[in-house]
C-alpha cells in the first residue's frame, strides 16, 4: 500500500520527501497507539474506565 502511495506521489509536480517523512510519521504514531492499547492489562482497563465515576460530587454547570 504504501509503495503503491508513493508511486502515485511521485507523479504530482512538486511532491518531494516531506510529504512521504508527515505521511510515515502519521501512520506510524497510530500503529504503536493501537499497539498499546492491545497489550494495555484488563485491569487497567478497568481502573481507567472507573475514573469517571471516582468523585462523587455533583457537576455543576456555570
Given amino acids: ?5 508513493k508511486q502515485y506521489a511521485e507523479t504530482i509536480e512538486g511532491a ?10 502519521f501512520f506510524l504514531f ?3 497507539l493501537l499497539y498499546l492499547v492491545v497489550k494495555m492489562k484488563k485491569s487497567q482497563v478497568a481502573e481507567l ?5 471516582e468523585n462523587n460530587q455533583p ?3 456555570n
Avoid at 500500500?1 to 502511495?5: D, L, Q
Avoid at 518531494?16 to 510519521?25: A, G, R, V
Avoid at 474506565?49 to 465515576?53: D, E, I, T
Fill in 30 to 32: 497510530f500503529v504503536v
Fill in 49 to 53: 474506565a472507573q475514573l469517571p465515576f
Fill in 59 to 61: 457537576i455543576v454547570n
Fill in 16 to 25: 518531494n520527501i516531506y510529504p512521504m517523512i508527515s505521511l510515515l510519521i
Fill in 1 to 5: 500500500m504504501f509503495k503503491f502511495i
